[in-house]
């Protein structure tokens, strides 16, 4: 059964595009933010640096879990969102950390 009963193969196409660039670009972004912790040793862009990776992969968990561990795709969404939203609160922090 197709979960997306709506969507074409053109878009699925493209969401595969999307998520496969928000991999690379959320991976370069986590690369420099390491960088940037193992040359100053803040603990602020250590913080950062696991927000970053907490929100990449989340951002891309969702089809990864659908389409190679058969998850359900509300529960990979839902797993998706969960370390998006966790991510983003260890952002945050980092942004309060001295």
Same mark, same amino acid.
């Given at each position: 059964?197709?979960? $997306?009963?709506? &969507?074409?193969?053109?878009?699925?196409?493209?969401?595969?595009?999307?998520?496969?660039?928000?991999? +690379?670009? %959320?991976? +370069?972004?986590?690369? $420099?933010? $390491?960088?940037?912790?193992?040359?100053?040793?803040?603990?602020?862009?250590?913080?950062?640096?696991?927000?970053?990776?907490?929100?990449?992969?989340?951002?891309?968990?969702?089809?990864?879990?659908?389409?190679?561990? %058969? +998850? %359900?795709?509300?529960? &990979?969404? =839902? =797993?998706?969102?969960?370390?998006? =939203?966790?991510?983003?609160?260890?952002?945050?922090?980092?942004?309060?950390?001295?």
């Amino acid at each position: 059964m197709n979960p $997306f009963p709506s &969507g074409s193969a053109e878009t699925m196409l493209a969401l595969a595009v999307v998520k496969t660039l928000v991999l +690379v670009v %959320g991976s +370069v972004i986590t690369y $420099f933010a $390491f960088k940037a912790y193992r040359r100053t040793r803040q603990p602020a862009l250590g913080y950062l640096t696991a927000g970053f990776g907490l929100v990449t992969l989340g951002l891309v968990l969702a089809g990864m879990l659908y389409e190679v561990l %058969g +998850v %359900g795709l509300a529960t &990979g969404i =839902l =797993l998706e969102s969960c370390l998006v =939203l966790i991510g983003f609160v260890v952002i945050a922090y980092s942004l309060y950390v001295q």
